[in-house]
């Protein structure tokens, strides 16, 4: 179904420049489609789910798709019927991702592509081959093994705690809103173990030590690349996650500057020759003096809009990469924050150390430059669709997420959180 049928509005851009198509409407792709579209790139929005597309609302969308069939199949019939030769595509999902990348030839032949083929982006999708190269470049990883044996010998092995995650995460996350489960005890494992092999065979599992601390441990390499040189980076660090004690996702995030993070990012991404625009995500670990690599986002992540505070707008940047700019080294400007308004809402009231949180958010929109996730004075109604989205299907999500995994979790959010 495609609830526009042309392009509405009127584009500041020059009728030569390419346009961009963002493949997901959720708050990740509103980032995109302001950073894009307020610069005059007619940018349209493509979705297969509506319950958590917002995107379709700002004023720079100019062309809103709730594509019911292949998206593949989507993107290749309209670039032909519209003529979309040298647009960029941009995935906001590892779905989105995995498509891109497995289709990568066919659709490379109309569009200039964010994503890298398949043979990069393996590194990303797949934690199994994340961490094996990690390990190959001396980079420190988490201790992990495989789930693929009989539980109650894998159990044996264990020292908990532990936490019980996907290697492929769009095989999981999409069923059940959440990215990792934790055990603390053999009856927890048994059980865990269980309620994943309900979305995953066993070699998709993964066990893994749960390292001490919480979002304030995390650390995150972000960057945008050409054929495996970074020519932009920013470091953040996660302040605040919801839920708190296991978090999802980040709600607020600052920049920050640490050399090791920096330094093993790029060694990462340098080693598969990542080009696209990417997250490395860290965790310190208290317990050895030790950054371990968690994951990698081979897309814009939940709070990319924060290079746009910090003075790099990494969504800008690889637009004009992918139209034939020259990618140029871009140093941060300016010390930043993002906030996840709802979520980071909830994470503060519900803290034990609340006096505090709110001081550090009170000090951080006096001292750095504060990007909001969705709401923006001068394209509001986003943000507000939002609010009703939550309100509406927040308890129907909140069930979906239990019924599955009972016993786990008793304050999920009210709504999908995407990272």
């Given at each position: 179904?495609?609830?526009?049928?042309?392009?509405?509005?009127?584009?500041?851009?020059d009728?030569?420049?390419?346009g961009?198509?963002?493949?997901?409407?959720?708050?990740?792709?509103?980032?995109?489609?302001?950073?894009?579209?307020?610069?005059?790139?007619?940018?349209?929005?493509?979705?297969?789910?509506?319950?958590?597309?917002?995107?379709?609302?700002?004023?720079?969308t100019?062309?809103?798709?709730?594509?019911?069939?292949?998206?593949?199949?989507?993107?290749?019939?309209?670039?032909?019927?519209?003529?979309?030769?040298?647009?960029?595509?941009?995935?906001?999902?590892?779905?989105?991702?995995?498509?891109?990348a497995?289709?990568h030839?066919?659709?490379?032949?109309?569009?200039?592509?964010?994503?890298?083929p398949?043979?990069?982006?393996?590194?990303?999708?797949?934690?199994?081959?994340?961490?094996?190269?990690?390990?190959?470049?001396?980079?420190?990883?988490?201790?992990?093994?495989?789930?693929?044996?009989p539980?109650?010998?894998?159990?044996?092995?264990?020292?908990?705690?532990?936490?019980?995650?996907?290697?492929?995460?769009?095989?999981?996350?999409?069923?059940?809103?959440?990215?990792?489960?934790?055990?603390?005890?053999?009856?927890?494992?048994?059980?865990r173990?269980?309620?994943?092999?309900?979305?995953?065979?066993?070699?998709?599992?993964?066990?893994?030590e749960?390292?001490?601390?919480?979002?304030?441990?995390?650390?995150?390499?972000?960057?945008?690349?050409?054929?495996?040189?970074?020519?932009?980076t920013?470091?953040?660090?996660?302040?605040?996650?919801?839920?708190?004690?296991?978090?999802?996702?980040?709600s607020?995030?600052?920049?920050?500057?640490?050399?090791?993070?920096?330094?093993?990012?790029?060694?990462?991404?340098?080693?598969?020759?990542?080009?696209?625009?990417?997250?490395?995500?860290?965790?310190?670990?208290?317990?050895?003096?030790?950054?371990?690599?968690?994951?990698?986002?081979?897309?814009?992540?939940?709070?990319?809009?924060?290079?746009?505070?910090?003075?790099?707008d990494?969504?800008?940047?690889?637009?004009?990469?992918?139209?034939?700019?020259?990618?140029?080294s871009?140093?941060?400007?300016h010390?930043?924050?993002?906030?996840?308004?709802i979520?980071?809402?909830?994470?503060?009231?519900?803290?034990?150390?609340?006096?505090?949180?709110?001081?550090?958010?009170?000090?951080?929109?006096?001292?750095?430059?504060?990007?909001?996730?969705?709401?923006?004075?001068?394209?509001?109604?986003?943000?507000f669709?939002?609010l009703?989205?939550?309100?509406?299907?927040?308890?129907?999500?909140?069930?979906?997420?239990?019924?599955?995994?009972?016993?786990?979790?008793?304050?999920?959010?009210?709504?999908?959180?995407?990272?």
């Amino acid at each position: 179904m495609d609830n526009m049928n042309q392009p509405r509005g009127s584009s500041q851009r020059d009728a030569k420049s390419p346009g961009a198509i963002v493949l997901g409407g959720s708050f990740v792709g509103l980032g995109l489609v302001r950073s894009l579209g307020a610069r005059g790139v007619e940018t349209w929005v493509v979705d297969t789910d509506r319950s958590a597309s917002i995107a379709r609302f700002s004023k720079y969308t100019k062309r809103y798709i709730l594509a019911k069939e292949d998206p593949y199949q989507w993107l290749l019939r309209e670039g032909h019927q519209h003529r979309l030769n040298g647009w960029v595509v941009f995935p906001v999902t590892d779905y989105f991702v995995d498509l891109l990348a497995h289709h990568h030839e066919s659709l490379s032949s109309i569009y200039k592509l964010t994503t890298p083929p398949i043979e990069v982006t393996r590194f990303a999708l797949d934690k199994r081959l994340t961490y094996r190269r990690a390990q190959e470049l001396g980079i420190a990883t988490p201790w992990t093994r495989l789930g693929d044996g009989p539980p109650d010998e894998i159990e044996k092995s264990l020292q908990y705690p532990v936490i019980l995650k996907p290697a492929i995460n769009h095989h999981f996350f999409p069923h059940t809103n959440l990215k990792a489960l934790p055990a603390s005890n053999a009856s927890e494992f048994q059980q865990r173990y269980a309620q994943m092999r309900k979305y995953l065979p066993p070699e998709e599992i993964l066990i893994q030590e749960r390292i001490p601390g919480d979002g304030e441990n995390q650390f995150s390499l972000c960057a945008v690349c050409e054929k495996g040189r970074p020519y932009a980076t920013l470091v953040a660090q996660r302040r605040r996650q919801y839920p708190v004690e296991f978090g999802n996702a980040s709600s607020f995030v600052e920049t920050t500057r640490q050399a090791v993070v920096e330094r093993e990012g790029r060694r990462f991404l340098e080693s598969i020759e990542f080009d696209g625009m990417v997250e490395v995500e860290f965790k310190f670990d208290p317990r050895d003096g030790r950054y371990k690599i968690l994951d990698v986002n081979a897309r814009p992540w939940g709070w990319h809009t924060l290079t746009r505070g910090a003075g790099a707008d990494f969504a800008y940047l690889l637009w004009q990469q992918k139209v034939g700019g020259a990618p140029r080294s871009v140093p941060m400007q300016h010390e930043a924050a993002w906030l996840r308004e709802i979520t980071d809402f909830l994470a503060i009231a519900k803290s034990p150390r609340r006096g505090a949180e709110i001081r550090a958010l009170l000090k951080a929109v006096r001292e750095r430059r504060l990007t909001l996730a969705t709401f923006d004075l001068w394209d509001p109604i986003p943000f507000f669709a939002e609010l009703g989205l939550w309100a509406f299907q927040g308890p129907a999500r909140r069930r979906k997420a239990r019924a599955p995994l009972a016993g786990y979790v008793d304050d999920l959010a009210p709504g999908r959180i995407v990272s």
